[in-house]
């Protein structure tokens, strides 16, 4: 178990200071909230609309990461620019979390994943797609297989989800591409994440539980939920500020009771 969570900011140059403010201070409510979901290591990452992006991890619960100086550095960072807030708490499967790069979000640029879950004999598939690991977290393999289908627009998200289908295991993960800042995917599998939307000022919050949402939002008005499905996800666009819904499937998606998924489509929702 782990915890997504992460903030996508549509109207760049039109926040003021104390609106930059209010939602970095809601995406550390949402770190704080998520913690119980991954105590041993807790990461965050910036994304510009220039593609300019910067990591910040430490084997550390939430409640004490938010304290150190590497994450009150990055918050520095946080500016009109910014594009996306990514966050994640890691109870780790594989891997170390004395070892930054086996901690989320894994970078293999120009790709940022967060993942939450347990992809099975992820070493097995690496060999077979030919890809490099560095890495003995099954979550570099989400990372690498994005890579592999990253270009100068981006994400080809539809080889991408394509590579999804043979792997068993679990997940839901959040990515992006620098290569494509404004381009930001979720996708739900058989793991939790739910989804809050504010469509008047442009803002997404995602995170792996309703209460944790629920709880960062407190009173503030005007957010909306935005239901995923097991098996469908999201682009956000914050450039134009649309929704692209999509399905897909993997072999732990199919053997969960009562869904069934066959392929992928995409529908395209603008919000106002």
């Not at 979901?37 to 990461?43: D, E, I, P, S, W």
């Not at 792996?208 to 949402?213: A, G, Q, V, W």
Request: net charge positive; with cysteine; glycine share 8%.
């Amino acid at each position: 178990m782990c915890g997504l969570c992460g903030i996508c900011i549509g109207r760049l140059g039109k926040r003021r200071v104390r609106d930059i403010e209010a939602l970095t201070d809601t995406f550390t409510r949402l770190l704080l909230l998520s913690e119980h979901r991954g105590l041993h290591a807790t990461g965050v990452a910036w994304v510009k609309r220039d593609g300019t992006m910067q990591l910040a991890k430490e084997p550390l619960p939430a409640s004490r990461f938010v304290q150190t100086g590497t994450y009150l550095d990055w918050l520095l960072g946080v500016d009109r620019q910014v594009t996306y807030l990514m966050g994640h708490t890691r109870w780790p499967s594989r891997g170390h979390v004395g070892n930054p790069a086996e901690n989320h979000p894994i970078s293999s640029p120009p790709v940022l994943v967060t993942h939450n879950g347990t992809i099975l004999e992820h070493t097995r598939h690496a060999v077979r797609l030919r890809l490099r690991q560095a890495t003995r977290v099954d979550s570099e393999l989400l990372a690498r297989i994005a890579q592999h289908h990253t270009g100068m627009e981006g994400i080809e998200l539809n080889a991408f989800l394509t590579e999804l289908h043979p792997l068993d295991g679990s997940m839901s993960l959040a990515l992006v591409a620098t290569t494509q800042p404004e381009d930001i995917i979720l996708l739900k599998g058989n793991m939790p994440l739910e989804v809050r939307v504010h469509q008047r000022t442009r803002a997404l919050l995602y995170a792996s539980e309703t209460r944790i949402l629920d709880r960062a939002i407190g009173d503030q008005d005007g957010w909306e939920p935005l239901p995923l499905a097991y098996g469908e996800g999201l682009v956000i666009n914050t450039q134009a500020w649309t929704l692209q819904r999509m399905t897909f499937t993997f072999q732990g998606l199919n053997n969960m009771a009562g869904h069934s998924y066959t392929g992928t489509n995409t529908k395209k929702e603008r919000q106002r």
